[in-house]
């Protein structure tokens, strides 16, 4: 069974920077593509990055040049590192494939403060 398991978020002032781990069991993750969601209250949960077997990433025009997805094959976890944090960032961040493909864990809060 995959599991997933967020960490890292928090509370910062807008400008802050944070770095969020996803840790997964029953996948493995240097084959296959990954990515970073986020669902901000009252929206539709969102891919903000991803990454491919290969290591090429992509990114939402909303965090492209603020985020950066990367990924440790020997740890199975992938980060999402995240600076020059706007207030319009504040949501709860998932990771998963790119199409939604395993149950979703219990993600973590970030909270961006103006």
């Known amino acids: 069974q995959v599991q997933f398991v967020e960490s890292g978020g928090g509370l910062v002032q807008a400008g802050g920077s944070l770095r969020l781990s996803c840790a997964a069991s029953g996948i493995i993750f240097s084959p296959n593509a990954m990515g970073w969601f986020r669902q901000a209250p009252g929206k539709q949960r969102e891919l903000v990055a991803s990454?491919?077997?290969?290591?090429?990433?992509n990114y939402a025009d909303s965090v492209k040049g603020r985020f950066t997805i990367s990924r440790d094959s020997a740890m199975n976890t992938v980060y999402l590192q995240m600076n020059s944090l706007e207030p319009e960032d504040t949501a709860v961040y998932y990771c998963?494939?790119?199409?939604?493909?395993?149950?979703w864990g219990q993600g973590t809060q970030v909270s961006v403060s103006s």
């Open positions: 990454i491919r077997g290969g290591g090429s990433t």
């Open positions: 998963n494939t790119p199409w939604r493909t395993y149950p």
